[in-house]
């Protein structure tokens, strides 16, 4: 685009160069030729740079409206790159079914749990939290949360996909609901082995703010100097994919590796 406005600007001088020299000769003359081309040399002079500025604009139009291309992947964590199997792990513990539903829709779904994926709360604060809103069930709470860390594993896929996308020049950014002490945790013992591969990463107990809200993808944005036309986010939360395409990201709601790769190269990302 720089290069054809270059060239027309080139071309457009030259032709006014041209009109002026004819001009100045064609003013020495007193036939009827010579008047004529005075006349046009004088009417192109407002005509050609009227003419060469909306050639412009328009290409300048045509240019915005042109699909950005992608050079930014950001991929969430939970059920995505590390599997998150706690209901399975909840068993393995000999809590039963019915516990772990309960834990499910008291514990997990909650606004004392946001809290401390958002990094306002200490590890034990949640826990007296949870304990204190459901008396007799302290011990399946302590179970299920003291070691949750454990649960957690690497997607088989998930070092050497990010790794493949980076290789082939992409930005790779991290955007995830996380509590510092699971984060810590987990990068002790090896589990987030793919951030060696990536840009950096936006972690919500880092910034105080949780997926679906708005700020934490200004946060991301703005910290790591992403255009949102040009980056496509992973996630398998839907209320987390909408919020994204409100803010303007490219979206790929997370239903399995395979068809997240199909949906890349959809996106001509490979």
């Not at 829709?105 to 204190?132: M, Q």
């Not at 949102?228 to 399995?256: S, Y």
Request: hydrophobic share 45%; with cysteine.
């Amino acid at each position: 685009m720089k290069k054809f406005r270059q060239i027309l600007a080139v071309a457009g001088i030259a032709a006014l160069l041209a009109m002026y020299i004819i001009t100045f000769i064609s003013s020495f003359g007193h036939s009827e030729i010579s008047q004529i081309l005075f006349r046009a040399s004088l009417a192109c002079t407002f005509i050609v740079p009227v003419f060469l500025y909306a050639v412009i604009m328009v290409a300048r139009v045509l240019q915005s409206k042109r699909p950005k291309k992608i050079d930014t992947i950001v991929f969430d964590v939970g059920d995505v790159l590390v599997a998150f199997p706690w209901q399975a792990y909840g068993i393995s513990l000999g809590i039963s079914p019915k516990d772990m539903a309960f834990i499910e829709k008291n514990v997990f779904s909650t606004d004392i749990w946001d809290e401390f994926d958002r990094g306002l709360k200490p590890y034990e604060a949640v826990v007296d939290n949870f304990c204190d809103a459901f008396p007799g069930h302290e011990k399946e709470i302590h179970l299920i949360l003291d070691d949750l860390y454990k649960a957690l594993q690497p997607m088989p896929y998930a070092e050497e996909w990010v790794k493949s996308l980076k290789e082939k020049g992409y930005r790779i950014y991290i955007l995830s609901n996380w509590s510092r002490r699971n984060y810590e945790l987990l990068l002790e013992n090896g589990c987030f082995s793919f951030l060696k591969w990536t840009d950096g990463a936006t972690w919500s107990f880092q910034v105080h703010h949780i997926k679906p809200e708005r700020a934490i993808f200004q946060d991301l944005c703005g910290t790591w100097q992403i255009n949102p036309q040009q980056a496509v986010f992973i996630d398998d939360n839907p209320r987390n994919i909408e919020a994204a395409k409100a803010f303007g990201l490219g979206t790929i709601h997370f239903t399995g590796y395979e068809d997240a790769k199909k949906q890349l190269s959809e996106l001509g990302i490979g």
